[in-house]
Structures are given as C-alpha cells and as structure tokens.
C-alpha cells in the first residue's frame, strides 16, 4: 500500500479533487440551506467557500492549482447565463406590459449603484485607484473587470469586490424587501439582478421565479448599461 | 440534454464571435441569451425541449459562483487596509441600489397603470 505522502501528491496533480470537493461542499452548505427552508443568511455560496476554503488553507493549496479542478464548474457560469433565455421568454407577456417600469428601474438601480460606490468611497476618503475599482461591483465580473480596466482602476480588486456585491445582496434583498413590505415579485428580483449581478440573480431564483426571471433580465441588461455609465460618473463624480 | 447544452454553448460561442468581431463591450454569454430570445420566437416549441436541462442548470446556478467565491478568500490580501470601508460601503450601496430599483419599478408600474386604465 502506498502511503499517505505519495497518495495526496498523486491527487495533488489531478482536476479531480477540488472537482469534487467543490461538488461537496456545495451538497452540504445547499442542504443545509433548504433545511433551514433558504433562509437569506444561509447563502450557498457563501457557506460553501467557507468550507472549502478552510481546506486549501490546510493543505498549503494554491488557487491555481484549486481552480484547475473548479474551472470546469466556473465555466458553465457562460451557458447557464444563455439558459436565462427560457425564463424571459416563460414571462414575455408581462415583460412587454413593464417595458416602463423595467427601463427606469434600470436607469435607477443601476446610477445608484456605481454613483453611491464613488460618493461613498470619497467621503471615506480611499485612494483612487480603490474607488475606481470599486465603481463597476454591481455588474457582471467580465463587464466590471474590463470597466475597471478602462478607467485605471484594479481588475484583481474589482473581480473580490464583484463577489462580495453579490453576496451581500443575496444576503439582503430578502430582509430588505420584506420589511418594506414588497410583494410584486417582478420589482423584487428585478432590484437584485441590478444591484448583485448573478449571484443576486442566483437567490432570486431560490425564492420565486418570477423573481428569478426578473432578476436575470436586470443583470443582463445592466452588463449593457454600466459600460456606459461609470465612465460619465466616474467623470462628474470623481 | 446534450442538445440543450449544445444549442447554448452554440449561442454562446456566436455570442462571443461577435462580440470579438465588433469589439463590443458586453459579454458573449449576455448576446448569446439575446440570440436565444430571438431562436424562441422563431422556434417556440424550442422551449419544452429545452426545459428540462435549463431548469436543473438554474436550480444550481448558486453553485457555479463558488470556484469564483473561493478566489476571493485566497485575494483578500487586496482589499489591505481598506476592507472595513469597503465592507460598509458594498453593503450600503448594493442596499441603496436594490431600493433606487424597486421604488422606481413599483412607482413607474403604478403610474403606467393608471395612465393605460
């Protein structure tokens, strides 16, 4: 038999062990989410990096080599974005009677967004290169990467601040909503698809799907509407 | 389900033949879901064969953020000094962001109703 050592030095070279360590720790954090009935606190994401990330640290395991594995689940972050077809076409009826409502709404959650970010940032007084970086969290990672890119900010810092705009509003658009006491589920998920992306739009369809819909024909276009608008902001604002 | 995931990797990559061919700014996967919208209106009973697949791809979209969740634990090093400002500031933003939204959305749905009514 071979020992340990050789084992794990054989399993440290192959995709398959953050493969399947990514596959379950995800089955436990979503169990433990349903069983709790998805409560917004109980982010899958969130749980799940926090299991896994315990265990890279313990075997001294660089992301590279991590990502070799997850890459092939990351990749399918592309289709499934395709797949958001089939839940706007499902709604196309109401969707072409809030044209309106969808576009000003989009405007708003999207102006709010970067605008707030780069007010923020000034009034805690971050250096540039940061509140640059920060400008484009609530769009899609590839858009904001590419945003951040163009006017000076730090594409490595944008890609963390990205993930944690996500989870942030997957985590507080169910308490939020509900204590202002908003039903329409269209609004609902509309408002985090604009402001958290897919992660956002990853809990709206946790909770509704008519939400779920919503949400991702916000994110979608907000990937269109943000490359436009941060940098005109960043110009008046900064 | 290799058909579906075919047909939307297939819009995917003109998605982002496209994209690179005009140097646009958005994401192939966002014009590949564009080009979807388009084949369903041509096609509409694309949608029950594609259901099936596409609702299990949805179900555990969660899932697909966690290589990228990860990266940001082994990347905190970048927020340095400024991880508690930034904290407050994603939560307040991405809160003020959600609110500009949902106002405006139940607002403008309220004053087109009574103007269609």
């Not at chain 1, 904001?144 to 163009?150: V, W």
């Not at chain 1, 943000?226 to 960043?234: A, K, Q, Y």
């Not at chain 2, 996967?29 to 596409?54: K, Q």
Request: charged letters at 10%.
């Amino acid at each position: 038999m071979t020992d340990v050592a050789s084992l794990w030095s054989y399993l440290a070279t192959t995709p398959l062990i953050w493969l399947t360590t990514t596959i379950l720790a995800y089955l436990v954090a979503d169990g433990v989410a349903q069983r709790f009935g998805n409560p917004p606190w109980a982010n899958p994401v969130l749980m799940s990096v926090l299991l896994i990330a315990p265990m890279l640290w313990l075997t001294q395991t660089e992301y590279a080599t991590y990502f070799e594995g997850a890459q092939f689940i990351h990749f399918l972050l592309g289709p499934a974005t395709v797949a958001l077809a089939l839940p706007l076409w499902d709604n196309r009826d109401t969707i072409k009677t809030s044209v309106a409502p969808i576009l000003l709404a989009l405007i708003a959650g999207s102006l709010v967004a970067a605008g707030s970010a780069i007010l923020l940032a000034r009034a805690f007084g971050l250096q540039m290169e940061v509140l640059l970086s920060l400008a484009p969290k609530s769009t899609t990672a590839p858009v904001a990467l590419g945003i951040s890119e163009a006017i000076g900010g730090i594409p490595a810092l944008t890609a963390v601040l990205v993930i944690l705009t996500g989870i942030i509003g997957a985590v507080t658009v169910t308490p939020v909503m509900n204590m202002l006491r908003i039903t329409d589920w269209r609004a609902r998920g509309f408002a985090v698809g604009v402001a958290a992306h897919g992660i956002g739009t990853a809990r709206a369809f946790q909770v509704n799907p008519v939400a779920g819909a919503y949400a991702g024909i916000a994110m979608a276009l907000n990937a269109l509407l943000t490359s436009l608008i941060v940098p005109l902001l960043v110009r008046w604002l900064v | 389900m290799l058909q579906t995931l075919g047909l939307l990797l297939g819009c995917q990559l003109l998605g982002e033949i496209t994209v690179r061919g005009f140097s646009l700014s958005i994401p192939g996967p966002v014009l590949g879901l564009a080009l979807l919208v388009m084949l369903l209106r041509t096609i509409p009973t694309l949608a029950e064969r594609l259901r099936p697949t596409i609702t299990i791809i949805l179900a555990n979209l969660s899932f697909l953020f966690v290589p990228a969740g990860v990266g940001v634990i082994g990347n905190l090093a970048v927020l340095s000094q400024d991880g508690i400002a930034l904290l407050v500031i994603l939560t307040l933003s991405t809160v003020l962001s959600m609110l500009a939204a949902v106002g405006t959305f139940i607002g403008v749905r309220h004053l087109t109703e009574r103007w269609t009514a």
